[in-house]
């Protein structure tokens, strides 16, 4: 198993950036697929990003393409994402999950989560 814990949630205005992290902890950190997901106030949790398990393949959602980057650092444990160009509808609880079964935009392949970190966007 994995723990997840990430960090670097806040309150920023529109077109600021923000960096998120999750440090894995548990279960060795590169047999997994790790991704993040985010849900708003009232909306189901949406698929953001993921990446594979060296770091070499990602994919986005097309709402945060060009914007939002993915990387990770097995050495550390840490899954990153750099949030660019941030807007207000970018404004909800945002999760770190892993996998080992594969990457994918289904939420019900992911089988590990964090506790989540706010982030609020003002206009």
């Known amino acids: 198993q994995v723990q997840l814990v990430e960090s670097g949630g806040g309150l920023v205005q529109a077109g600021g950036s923000l960096r998120l992290s999750c440090a894995a902890s548990?279960?060795?950190?590169?047999?997994?697929?790790m991704g993040w997901f985010r849900q708003a106030p009232g909306k189901d949790r949406e698929f953001v990003s993921r990446i594979n398990r060296i770091g070499e393949n990602t994919y986005y959602a097309e709402s945060v393409k060009g914007r939002f980057v993915i990387s990770r650092d097995n050495d550390k444990n840490t899954v990153y994402l750099q949030m660019n160009s941030l807007k207000p509808e970018d404004t909800a609880v945002y999760y770190c999950t892993a996998t080992t079964r594969g990457y994918s935009v289904s939420r019900g392949v992911w089988d590990y989560w964090g506790q989540g970190t706010q982030v609020t966007v003002s206009s």
């Open positions: 548990g279960s060795s950190f590169s047999r997994y697929f």
